[in-house]
Each structure stands twice: as C-alpha cells, then as structure tokens.
C-alpha cells in the first residue's frame, strides 16, 4: 500500500473527500512535510525539527498530525497528552531513588521512538509543569522529535500557574527544536453539517429522563446492575450499567477524587457513557486553592505550589468533566448528556472559560452521527 506523505494526504482530502480549501492548513501540512522528509532522509538527531500546530479548536490540528503519524516509517507514538502524563508519573513513580530521573526516562524514550506525537497540549497543574520543564529539554537533547498540537501558543502555556518560571525552560525548549505554527483559518470545521445525532438534552426536573430509552437501546440484550462499579481505587455509584454502557450522574463521576486515569480506564470498558444531573456550571470567579480535580501528580511540589487566585466554586467538578469529554472524545466513545441548561450556556464563567471552548467545541460535533464511526 502507498503511503501517502503528510501534504499528499492533505491535497486528496481536499480533492476527492470534500474537505475545504484552507491555506493555513496546506501551511501546516508544508511544515509536517518538510519535518517527515528529513526524519525519512534520515537526518542525525538534533537536525530534525519538530512541529507545534497551535490554534482555536476544530481548525484540523489533530487531523493533520494524525496524517503525519500515519506516514511516518520511523519508530514513533502517538498519544494524547493526557495519556502521556499518566505514564510519565507512574516511571517517575518507579525511578523513585534513582539519580537525574528525567535524563533516564527521556533515555528510555529515545530508545523506543524518534517521533512522538501529542494531540492537546494544555498545562495547568504545577506537578506536570514542574516535570516537564526539564523532560521536554531531555527528550530534546536524545534526539527525540516532537510533533504536537495545542490550543495555545508555547508563551501562553501554563501563563498564569503559580511558579511558572519552573516551565519556562519547557518554553525556551519547544521554541529551539520545533516549528511553531499558528493554524487559524477563521473556520471551526467541525462543525460543518453533517446527519444529527442528538446526544444532548435540556431537562427540567418534573420531566423523565431521556438517558432512560438511550439507556435501553444501546444495551439491549446484556444483563443490567445498578450496583456500584469499579473504577481505579473507588467503587462509583452508578444509575444503571451493563456490560458495553454506562449511566452515572455528574455528581458521582465529576465531583469526586477522580484521576484522568480513571477516564481513560472507563473509556477502556465501555463503548457509550450517559451522564445525567449536569448542573449549570457557572459561577462567578473568587480567591482560592486551586481545585487539580484530576489527582495524577506523583510529583512532590512545596506548600502553596498549587495556589491560584480566582477560582469559581463548580470549577473542580468542571475540570472532571473537561477530563471526561477529551477522553471520550479522543477514544471515539460517544457520550450521552443530560443537563440543566443548554449546551452553549452550560459554562459562561468561571477560571476554565479558555478551555471549555475546546470542550463545547467536541460535545458540538458529538451531536454528528459520524461522531464514534
């Protein structure tokens, strides 16, 4: 089979899939190709440049990356972000004791993969800043090429985290080895029409549930619990499951102690997620210790490391169910929601506005039925 180059892959889409012309994506695409034709030239370590893809959701940042992964004849990986850290803690976790672990993991790195590709890039807790200045510089220097996408330029991230100069490093790194790209064609296209599948509903409390059907249909035929499931360490109350679905409310899966790992193993376990009870979300922005709301850090951070100002009172839970609709959007799960406002209402205000954005963006083109296929 021929292997298309990432640009190659970028023209047939745009000539015989549909896709609209957009000249910030052929020049995205011209900066993965000229990345991919040395790595594929063989170029030494350190003369290969990687690609920061940054720019407003639904632009075609992940697409593009994923052309360039797919084309790559080089040992590579592909993850989200989150995904990412979470094996970065757990091998910090077991170097414990053992001297410049970031060099060593960063070696091991380099021994598996010339090419790791992150999609979403977004840093806002101080355990993962604090790695990552000095990792992404490790990885640099063992010849490891980055390609990534984000919704943030390299200055803007982590912008206003407490102690930020302990990432600055990771911004003067990605600055040196990689192409920073902005791609904004003015265009979210994931929002181009396409077949309606709800998978939203407004509900008033005297109305029934309209998750209860939803429920029915997609586990028909398998035995149904209302038995609490596992999930990581805990046991998370559930409404109803079955063996490919489940059904929780927010507050069950959004308001408790829950980790990005625990996302990604429910996404692991099941094909369709519901998740009921939303409540609106928004509130007004007041001083306090920042909610992490997902408890992956293994990294031992001093008193206060986690302060920041103006934190709204939902934005714990909030930062839960942003966790929630990444993974399952990443995996392809499609998720069932039912809440008290309408989707674009949901969250107006609060610490996480910015990156809701990306999260309204995905529960948008959830409501795709070529969303999960």
Same mark, same amino acid.
């Given at each position: ?46 003369? %290969? ?13 992940? *697409? ?137 509903? %407004? ?43 489940? *059904? ?126």
């Amino acid at each position: 089979m021929t292997v298309l180059s990432p640009l190659e892959a970028w023209q047939q889409a745009v000539d015989a899939q549909g896709f609209q012309p957009d000249e910030a994506q052929r020049n995205a695409a011209l900066h993965l190709q000229a990345c991919w034709q040395a790595l594929n030239d063989g170029k030494r370590s350190g003369a %290969v440049k990687g690609v920061y893809l940054w720019g407003p959701v639904g632009r075609g940042k992940t *697409w593009l990356m994923d052309r360039f992964y797919d084309s790559l004849q080089v040992p590579a990986r592909r993850q989200h972000f989150h995904h990412f850290m979470r094996w970065v803690h757990q091998r910090l976790f077991q170097l414990t004791g053992v001297a410049k672990p970031l060099q060593v993991l960063a070696r091991e790195l380099a021994q598996d993969v010339r090419v790791l590709c992150f999609d979403e890039l977004f840093v806002n807790d101080i355990g993962d800043a604090v790695i990552l200045g000095g990792l992404v510089r490790a990885m640099f220097d063992e010849g490891v090429v980055l390609v990534c996408t984000s919704n943030q330029l390299p200055e803007q991230l982590y912008a206003t985290g407490h102690n930020r100069e302990r990432f600055v490093p990771a911004i003067t790194a990605i600055n040196h080895f990689m192409e920073v790209v902005s791609l904004d064609g003015g265009e979210d296209h994931r929002l181009h029409p396409g077949q309606a599948q709800q998978r939203y509903w %407004v509900k008033a409390q005297t109305q029934p549930s309209a998750l209860v059907e939803v429920f029915e249909a997609l586990s028909s035929g398998e035995s149904v619990s209302t038995q609490p499931v596992p999930l990581g360490r805990r046991h998370v109350p559930v409404v109803r499951s079955s063996r490919t679905v489940i *059904w929780c409310r927010y507050a069950d899966l959004c308001e408790q102690p829950l980790a990005a790992m625990d996302f990604i193993e429910l996404c692991d376990r099941y094909t369709a997620v519901l998740l009921s009870e939303v409540p609106a979300l928004s509130a007004p922005q007041r001083e306090g210790r920042i909610a992490r709301g997902t408890e992956d850090g293994v990294e031992q951070v001093t008193a206060g490391d986690r302060e920041l100002p103006q934190l709204s009172p939902y934005d714990d839970g909030v930062r839960r169910f942003i966790a929630l609709v990444d993974e399952c959007y990443d995996r392809k799960v499609p998720l069932y929601i039912e809440a008290a406002m309408p989707m674009a209402e949901l969250y107006t205000e609060g610490y996480l506005a910015f990156a809701y954005r990306r999260t309204l963006s995905r529960l948008q083109e959830m409501q795709l039925a070529r969303f999960g296929h």
